[in-house]
């Protein structure tokens, strides 16, 4: 038969096991990653909002731009100046409570004729965000 422990006056030094310390240090290993990972939830979390509201500025200013080529052929006029004001969800609403403001600006046969210049700024109340698009739309002939 073996004996586990030879001699009868074991201390407790002898033996294996987590001490106190190495057990609070694991802790504190532990810890540091799980506040790691909390950090880069929040970072990822801020960072899909601005996601969103460049999406939803972009969209607004790209669905101008496609309106107005739809109809810029009916426009008559040397100039016009549109502005419109958008809740955080892309709908109309008034200037008090909008979140985007989308300014539209044309100008026919400019830079050449049978050519029109259209301008949208898509601009946000509560970030510094701009979006800013430039098209040149050529009627063609039929």
Known sequence: MTMLYPNSQTTASTRSGFTLLETLFALL???LGFLA????????????????????????????????KSFLPDFSGGSATFTEHFDKNGLLTTEDKAYFTRRTDIATNTPTAKTDEVRVMVTTAKSPLTISYLSIIDHVDD
């Open 37 to 68: 990972a909390l950090s880069m939830n929040s970072v990822a979390l801020r960072s899909g909002v601005v996601n969103e509201t460049q999406f939803q500025a972009v969209f607004l200013a790209d669905s101008k731009i496609e309106e107005i």
């Open 29 to 31: 290993v532990i810890l």
